[in-house]
């Protein structure tokens, strides 16, 4: 052990992040043209960020207690729904060809969404999870449990059918750059997101609560013996976790432009795969195994569609073959 | 000779042991009892999931691990019968090469999920079989060349299982002796041997070994069981008992499709049959998928009913609907996992 | 004589189905430095962490300053003054020197005095201000969990063997910064199985065999009789010197 003068630098682990223009840039020879990779490319990012949004509770709310909500997809559906509602029943400021019309629709959408997801998150941690602490095969049963029945609640609210959601007026179609089609709403997405990860990249590394939230990540019974309460941290992780993926749950519809119920669940298995991918626990490692698995579905998905959600498994295969706890593996193993 | 055939493991209560003979009488006399075509099919269901269950009992409750890719050895146990079937004609050794395959394929990649995710630790495991699960389904629903797609597959089976076949000329107890009803009695004593197997399994001294890993595995570890080997050959068995089930289930339907094999659905179905009947023991996994199986084609009726008794009060109506059965098993499931972690079995043998 | 910062009666701890505090009754006197003493598995870190509360006494009560603190959560006991040092230490790995210490200062960012009575203390927590702690030396990260521990001024510290696995030079300048926190107006409870070091720092001793309290006295006269060291501590002890 070295002690005495200079400690090596904390290097950051660059590697992984090369992954993703290693990605693009790997894709580029197959793609006939330019301006279809950057099509796909832009399309890529856009679903990544959407997958970002939803894990990223996910993935802290293990980190932070060592708790698998199975049932995190729930929160992206409720949300959906939730924003669905909101925005069918303003129709009219939705079809206005004018952005302060639309927006007048989104922005009580939206958070009509988040609160919704929140609250349910809320309720979920405190009657759903709480009573299974530290018992990971209960958890994962209870919170398949869990997401049964609120998939079933929304059935009764909502009624069984998928619901189509038109886009509002002035993030519909596309525009041309260099010959390459970009849609509108891709690029929104692709600020928001970016918006999402800044924000909480400076919450956790500029905050007091980010700072407690990564001492909780690495050593709860630490952060508790220093005389901070870790419940009342991890209860507001949570729902802010659960609000995160009713935004994505939004994002998401309106990208698919219609909402069903099982969209929580086929989501899931998508958000298993970046977390698995990141390394658990793991807010960047989440960021940047949303990014690859968002480019890796668009391109498969334009090479080989049958392949689409294979090519993110082979991903997921190869890079536990790589790091067998993800790409930034988090403290406790 | 009872000793021999339940491997010791006794039901512990007179009121087990009941319902267990009742529902093994219900299962061999049910062509004569309940002759209608949908009462049979419900009853050759019942076998089916009593062995799909227990099989995922081997890991849920003996070795304390959640996989969610039993449906996906479900499903490669249908669609090697029926591909065989399909693709190489319907003979008994194209049956048999058909299981075989089935078999060799679903240890192979219960063996490779095994070492790959559980060094590791259970939550790892649950997600890479979800992922994997999955994108067997998706593989499945795009072959369509083998699998049929969406639409699956429809066979013929050897001469001797159709319902066409005449066994004897006159009628049994006024039930005529068709190749249904040896297709039936096939499915039926296979899933019977099959369970009688399990039960030997986890009563050996390797079950011993699962259930003290599943307590301490530190201690285990510490004790030089190879934790991991022992979990991947638990894990391995359990995927070739649902298999197996897989097998018996297509040759009963002569049909295989992504919804009666592969669904997640059904996933969810095993999770619920196994913590409602009992985590633990494989009598469990008997009477929860017997429960569950007459629940999901009976309830419904009777929720129809309660429906239409409560039109007018606000909500009640939806969530009696008939299509929403699933809801109040899914309140029952996490009622179970709370309450009675060891289901309906460890509740009577308590008494 | 004043009441003792820290008195447990007869406290029973159980973790899962081992039983491993049966019946603790010790004192720590206000001010100086108790030393918790015994084999392996005696119970002493379990006796720390039941301090803590991050395990619950099953029977007994835990009383500090005057008040009954058996049924508190550790986050209360932290804030009533009693700070922990575990035997892992315990620090932030990810977080850096700085926000190790920034974290601890519940108050508010530490002042100046302060922090250049931390450095004197322990030079290196300065050098490496803004390094990762989990790339510190195995001494510099004890030395940085005890700084955390007094980042701001604390009751009574808990420290888990200080000194384990550290290279004897080291020893000698955690012994330094031991004395020098006994100026304080602290209280330290300090399990250890250096008897060297708890020789040269403790003032009180209380030795533990199996879950249990068997001698509690002076340091001094526990230095000095070597027969009843032999007698408590066996020949185990005897190695680390």
């Avoid at chain 2, 194209?94 to 060094?119: F, Q």
């Avoid at chain 3, 004197?120 to 390094?131: C, E, G, I, V, Y």
């Amino acid at each position: 052990m070295s002690h005495g003068s200079a400690l090596p630098a904390q290097r950051f682990d660059w590697l992984p992040l090369a992954l993703i223009p290693a990605i693009a840039l790997a894709a580029l020879p197959f793609i006939p043209s330019l301006p279809t990779w950057v099509t796909l490319t832009v399309a890529g990012l856009a679903m990544g960020m959407m997958i970002f949004m939803m894990a990223a509770g996910l993935t802290l709310v293990f980190g932070l207690m060592d708790i698998m909500n199975f049932a995190h997809g729930v929160f992206i559906s409720v949300g959906a729904y939730a924003a669905t509602s909101v925005l069918l029943a303003m129709k009219a400021s939705m079809q206005a060809d004018s952005l302060a019309a639309n927006l007048a629709a989104i922005v009580p959408a939206v958070l009509a969404a988040m609160a919704l997801a929140g609250f349910l998150g809320w309720f979920f941690e405190r009657v759903v999870i709480r009573p299974v602490y530290g018992d990971h095969l209960k958890q994962i049963l209870v919170t398949m449990g869990g997401l049964i029945v609120v998939e079933q609640l929304i059935h009764v609210v909502w009624g069984p059918d998928i619901i189509p959601l038109p886009r509002p007026a002035t993030i519909t179609g596309s525009f041309i750059v260099g010959g390459a089609a970009i849609e509108r709403y891709r690029v929104l997405a692709v600020l928001v997101g970016l918006a999402v990860f800044a924000a909480m990249w400076l919450i956790l590394n500029r905050t007091r609560l980010g700072l407690l939230i990564r001492a909780g990540v690495e050593n709860r019974e630490m952060v508790e013996s220093l005389g901070y309460r870790i419940r009342t941290l991890f209860v507001g992780v949570f729902i802010a976790g659960s609000a995160l993926a009713g935004l994505g749950g939004v994002m998401w519809a309106l990208y698919q432009e219609s909402v069903n119920a099982q969209i929580g669940m086929q989501m899931m298995v998508v958000l298993f795969i970046v977390l698995i991918i990141g390394g658990l626990g793991s807010v960047g490692g989440c960021f940047v195994g949303a990014l690859l698995v968002g480019l890796m579905a668009n391109y498969t998905g334009y090479l080989a569609p049958k392949l689409a959600l294979g090519s993110n498994i082979l991903l997921m295969v190869l890079v536990l073959l790589w790091r067998p706890r993800g790409l930034f593996p988090v403290g406790r193993g | 000779m009872f000793t021999t055939l339940l491997s010791g493991d006794f039901p512990r209560s007179r009121v087990l042991a009941v319902v267990l003979v009742a529902i093994l009488a219900g299962l061999v006399l049910a062509p004569f009892v309940f002759p209608g075509t949908r009462s049979l099919n419900v009853a050759a269901k019942v076998a089916v999931f009593v062995l799909l269950v227990a099989s995922y009992d081997l890991l849920l409750g003996y070795t304390g691990i959640v996989s969610f890719a039993h449906t996906m050895f479900f499903g490669i146990g249908g669609y090697g019968v029926g591909i065989a079937m399909a693709k190489l004609g319907a003979g008994w050794g194209n049956l048999a090469l058909g299981s075989a395959l089935a078999l060799a394929l679903s240890a192979a990649l219960a063996t490779a999920i095994g070492l790959l995710s559980l060094r590791v630790r259970a939550i790892f495991f649950a997600m890479i079989t979800l992922a994997v699960a999955s994108f067997f389904q998706i593989l499945a629903s795009q072959l369509s060349g083998f699998t049929g797609g969406e639409d699956g597959i429809t066979y013929k089976l050897p001469e001797l299982l159709l319902p066409g076949t005449k066994l004897v000329e006159t009628p049994f107890l006024g039930v005529e002796l068709s190749g249904r009803l040896a297709n039936y009695y096939l499915v039926v004593f296979a899933a019977l041997a099959c369970f009688l197997a399990l039960l030997r399994v986890v009563n050996s001294p390797f079950g011993r070994v699962l259930l003290s890993i599943r307590e301490n595995e530190f201690r285990s570890e510490a004790l030089g069981y190879r934790t991991v080997t022992y979990r991947t050959a638990a894990n391995c068995i359990g995927a070739l008992g649902a298999t197996l089930a897989g097998v018996l289930y297509a040759i009963w339907l002569r049909y295989t499709g992504p919804d009666t094999t592969l669904s997640f659905n059904i996933m969810i179905d095993i999770l619920l049959m196994v913590v409602i009947g009992g985590m633990g023991t494989l009598y469990g996994a008997a009477v929860g998928a017997t429960i569950f199986v007459i629940a999901q084609n009976y309830l419904q009726d009777l929720m129809a009913l309660a429906s239409a008794a409560a039109k007018g009060v606000p909500l009640l109506p939806g969530l009696l609907h008939p299509d929403r059965w699933l809801l109040w098993l899914g309140v029952l499931f996490i009622v179970c996992v709370y309450y009675f972690p060891t289901g309906i079995v460890g509740r009577l043998r308590e008494k | 004589m004043a009441e003792a910062l820290l008195a447990l009666a007869g406290v029973n701890t159980h973790i899962g189905q081992y039983h491993i505090l049966q019946g603790v009754d010790f004192e720590v006197p206000r001010a100086g430095l108790t030393m918790l003493l015994g084999r392996n598995g005696a119970g002493k870190t379990t006796t720390l962490r039941t301090v803590m509360g991050l395990w619950q006494a099953s029977a007994g009560a835990i009383r500090y300053d005057g008040a009954e603190i058996t049924r508190r959560t550790t986050p209360e006991r932290a804030r009533l003054g009693i700070a922990y040092v575990p035997e892992n230490m315990g620090i932030f790995a990810g977080l850096t020197v700085r926000e190790n210490l920034l974290l601890a200062a519940r108050s508010g960012p530490p002042d100046d005095r302060r922090l250049e009575w931390i450095f004197r203390l322990f030079p290196a927590m300065q050098r490496f201000w803004h390094a990762h702690a989990g790339n510190l030396s195995g001494g510099q990260k004890q030395m940085l969990a005890i700084a955390r521990a007094i980042v701001e001024p604390r009751r009574l510290l808990l420290v888990d063997e200080p000194t384990k696995g550290l290279a004897p030079s080291i020893i000698a300048n955690m012994i330094d910064a031991f004395r020098e926190l006994k100026r304080t107006e602290t209280t330290l409870l300090v399990v250890e199985q250096n008897f060297h070091f708890a020789r040269s720092v403790g003032d009180t001793v209380a030795v533990m065999d199996c879950g249990r309290i068997v001698h509690a006295g002076r340091m001094a006269d526990l230095a000095a009789d070597d027969a009843l060291q032999q007698q408590l501590l066996g020949l185990s002890l005897q190695a680390h010197q």
